[in-house]
């Protein structure tokens, strides 16, 4: 945890479990060492990204519970954190809050060569819904819980953290 313009900042990394023993033994010392390590039994792959969305989602909703925000953002972003809480503070408290770049009229990728490929038995549709972009999106810290809660009756859907969003933003 750190301070950031008077706010408490926690980052927390989220792995799946890797598949060479002597890895996972190094980060469980970093985790019991920093105690910012979430890791669960699950290949870290691009397919599985959905499954660690929803492992922070019950995170934060378990142990974060009075956040005002959540913030999702892959290794690969970089976040200003002093204006990401200034950008926050100048916002009213709200909850059911999601901000992020949102795509929009994107179509499901049915080329079988790419990573996005998406059968039609995955997703009949031609159009998705609108959805926030992975790489970031911060939301109000009531949202975590209800993602959570609704990953548990979803049908799981490698590509659904397009789809997830936009069914619980509008509920």
């Keep these: 945890m750190k301070v950031v313009r008077g706010r408490i900042v926690r980052s927390i990394f989220l792995l799946g479990r890797p598949k ?3 890895i996972a033994a ?9 105690r910012d390590i979430l890791m669960e039994d699950f290949s870290d792959t691009y397919n599985n990204l959905t499954l660690k969305v929803l492992m922070g989602m019950k995170w934060a909703s378990q142990h974060c519970s009075d956040a005002s925000w959540v913030m999702k953002v892959d290794d690969d ?3 200003d954190l002093a204006n990401t809480v200034d950008f926050l503070e100048r916002l009213p408290t709200s ?20 990573k996005w490929f998406v059968t039609k038995t995955q997703y009949t549709g031609s159009v998705y819904p609108d959805y ?6 911060i939301m109000s810290g009531d949202l975590p819980r209800l993602f959570y809660e609704d990953s548990t009756i979803l049908p799981y859907f490698f590509h659904r953290r397009r789809l997830y969003w936009h069914i619980v933003q509008t509920t």
């Excluded at 190094?26 to 920093?34: F, L, P």
């Excluded at 926030?132 to 999106?137: D, Q, R, V």
């Design 20 to 22: 060479d023993e002597k």
């Design 26 to 34: 190094k980060i469980k010392g970093e985790q019991e060492e920093y």
């Design 77 to 79: 972003v970089y976040v």
């Design 95 to 114: 909850v059911k809050t999601m901000s992020g770049h949102m795509f929009q009229t994107a179509r499901p990728i049915r080329d079988k060569t790419s």
């Design 132 to 137: 926030f972009c992975g790489m970031c999106y």
